[in-house]
């Protein structure tokens, strides 16, 4: 009876372990997903009543958009120059904690110290750029005052620089937190016997540092790519209403009361970045790394 009676109870006690994660993510997660599913398939009123069934006309509407195909290329040059940004800075400054400070309570003082801006929320780090970016700013200010430029620069504000401006000073952090833990975990003493054969320090950047912070990079990478394809806020402001994403979209729709066309686009949405994640993650086994 004995082994009988194991299998059944390792089976409960699996069970209890992931017991709290599927109370989180059933309601908070599944649900969600199921419900917009579901009423990108029903058919609408146009008044925000849904009649259920299945068609698809929301997807053929979305697909056949030519809107839909400049949004997503407006995302992903969105998205792109983010990353680019976030990943030169965070790799940089995770670079510089781990290698260059010798202090560690140091290191952690600054890498905390790194987190402050993000005591307050995305409005006011939103909004702290517009006195420099403005017509009057201050950029514009000295630059003026050293001759530099004749007349103001106005691609500074409510343009799509100032949209990677807001994003990449929001995101860094996200980039910086997953490098950081992955160049931690470096032993120094194989920096050292680099060195001491005779490694330059870009080979040791190359063929050292980069490859085993590739897990970092790549949590990195997940958590801003995301963030950027899954926002609207920030391009709305900080672009003045000169551009807009994917995210723009649905949001007018559900505006207008067009409820199926937007769950359809958030679907949509949903799988491109299941594919991009998938995609990193098989490029780096995130998993293996960590626990290496």
């Known amino acids: 009876m004995q082994p009988s009676s194991s299998p059944s109870r390792s089976n409960l006690a699996g069970w209890l372990y992931v017991s709290p994660l ?174 001491d054969a005779g490694a330059s320090r870009f080979d040791i950047m190359r063929l050292i540092v980069v490859p085993m912070s590739k897990s970092g990079i790549a949590l990195g990478t997940i958590f801003v790519v995301s963030i950027v394809m899954g926002d609207f806020f920030v391009v709305k402001v900080m672009s003045g209403g000169g551009s807009a994403s994917v995210v723009s979209a649905f949001y007018e729709d559900v505006g207008v009361l067009q409820y199926p066309t937007a769950a359809a686009s958030a679907v949509l949405l949903t799988l491109v970045l299941v594919a991009v994640v998938s995609l990193i993650l098989r490029t780096v086994d995130v998993r293996q790394e960590i626990t290496r």
């Open 22 to 195: 599927v109370l989180v993510l059933v309601p908070f997660f599944v649900a969600p997903i199921l419900v917009v599913l579901a009423a990108s398939v029903f058919a609408t009123d146009g008044f925000g009543g849904l009649t259920p069934g299945f068609t698809l006309a929301s997807y053929i509407e979305v697909l056949h958009s030519a809107l839909t195909l400049k949004l997503y290329l407006a995302t992903i040059k969105f998205t792109v120059l983010t990353w680019i940004f976030t990943l030169i800075i965070g790799f940089f400054v995770a670079y510089f904690l781990v290698f260059h400070v010798r202090n560690q309570l140091l290191a952690i003082g600054l890498f905390l110290l790194c987190t402050v801006p993000f005591w307050t929320s995305n409005i006011i780090r939103m909004i702290s750029w517009i006195p420099l970016l403005g017509k009057e700013g201050l950029i514009n200010q000295v630059l003026l005052a050293m001759g530099v430029i004749r007349q103001p620069l106005e691609v500074l504000l409510f343009s799509d620089l100032a949209v990677v401006i807001a994003y990449v000073h929001q995101l860094t952090i996200f980039m910086i937190v997953p490098i950081f833990n992955s160049m931690a975990r470096i032993d120094k003493k194989l920096i050292e016997a680099a060195i």
